[in-house]
């Protein structure tokens, strides 16, 4: 089963895509993780990707496409992935549709979080994230146990670079002009599933993992 996580920045795509993992046993495939990744490998791919994600812009669909075809060519992608910020742009769809369609497969269902601007201003503000698990914390909405440090890996939790004030408006900018038309895009060929992504995690999980289940028990999947 392939779904897609779609949603502006903080909208909780990470978080939930962790969650929807440990429900149905599917690699989440991040593409800001592959990127950052890549970064801290200092490859040339990861200098190429900085220079826009330190603008808080998109990275070029040619660099993201093919980096995210290398992924999902893995042997732990072929029964599905949780698409985490990929496909961002209407491009990055219509490849995502040609990669899994020459392995006889679609994507099965596109999660959509909806969250109001101010509110994704207040999350991107507070957010803390583990180096090894990727975990996001927030300093008001989800706090660590010990401030700073991970439950889980006991490292020190960072602020991503851009999630910093300047870059934060522009990446929902972004979002609405290159990022938003997704919808449409899936809402049109009848796999969209909207859900109110300023519930509690929790309930945005439940409401997740409903959809999903109502789409696999369908046959679709
Ligand atoms: P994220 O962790 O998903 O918020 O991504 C962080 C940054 O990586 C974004 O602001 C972009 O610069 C870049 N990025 C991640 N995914 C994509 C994508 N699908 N297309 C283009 N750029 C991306």
Same mark, same amino acid.
């Given at each position: 089963?392939d779904?897609?996580?779609?949603g502006?920045?903080?909208?909780? &795509?990470?978080?939930q895509?962790?969650l929807?993992?440990? %429900?149905?046993?599917?690699?989440? *495939?991040?593409?800001?993780d592959?990127?950052r990744?890549?970064?801290?490998?200092?490859t #040339?791919?990861?200098? &190429?990707? &900085?220079?826009?994600?330190d603008r808080?812009?998109l990275?070029?669909?040619? %660099?993201?496409?093919?980096?995210?075809? #290398?992924?999902?060519? #893995?042997?732990?992608?072929?029964?599905?992935?949780?698409?985490?910020?990929?496909?961002? =742009?209407v491009?990055? /769809?219509?490849a995502l549709?040609?990669?899994?369609?020459?392995?006889g497969?679609?994507?099965?269902?596109?999660?959509?979080?909806?969250?109001?601007?101010?509110?994704?201003?207040e999350?991107?503000?507070g957010?803390? =994230?583990?180096?090894?698990c990727?975990? *996001?914390?927030?300093? *008001?909405?989800?706090?660590?146990?010990?401030?700073?440090?991970?439950?889980?890996?006991? *490292?020190?939790?960072?602020?991503r670079?851009?999630? =910093?004030?300047? =870059?934060q408006?522009?990446?929902i900018?972004?979002?609405?002009?290159?990022? /938003?038309?997704?919808?449409?895009?899936?809402?049109? &060929?009848?796999?969209?599933?909207?859900?109110?992504?300023?519930?509690?995690?929790?309930?945005?999980?439940?409401a997740?993992?409903?959809?999903?289940?109502?789409?696999?028990?369908?046959?679709?999947?």
């Amino acid at each position: 089963m392939d779904l897609v996580l779609l949603g502006a920045p903080g909208a909780g &795509k990470g978080t939930q895509a962790s969650l929807l993992g440990e %429900v149905f046993p599917l690699p989440r *495939v991040s593409s800001g993780d592959l990127f950052r990744a890549a970064l801290a490998n200092q490859t #040339e791919l990861g200098r &190429k990707a &900085k220079v826009y994600m330190d603008r808080g812009e998109l990275v070029p669909d040619e %660099v993201t496409i093919a980096m995210v075809a #290398e992924r999902i060519a #893995e042997p732990d992608c072929a029964q599905g992935v949780i698409f985490d910020g990929f496909p961002r =742009t209407v491009a990055q /769809a219509q490849a995502l549709d040609d990669l899994l369609a020459r392995q006889g497969r679609r994507v099965d269902l596109v999660l959509y979080m909806r969250v109001a601007t101010p509110v994704l201003l207040e999350r991107l503000a507070g957010r803390w =994230t583990c180096p090894q698990c990727g975990r *996001v914390y927030h300093r *008001v909405y989800s706090p660590e146990q010990v401030q700073g440090v991970c439950d889980d890996c006991h *490292v020190a939790l960072y602020q991503r670079a851009d999630d =910093t004030a300047e =870059t934060q408006s522009r990446r929902i900018a972004v979002y609405l002009e290159q990022t /938003a038309p997704l919808q449409d895009y899936y809402r049109a &060929k009848g796999l969209l599933a909207e859900v109110d992504g300023e519930q509690t995690i929790e309930a945005v999980h439940r409401a997740l993992v409903e959809a999903v289940r109502a789409v696999s028990a369908g046959g679709a999947a």
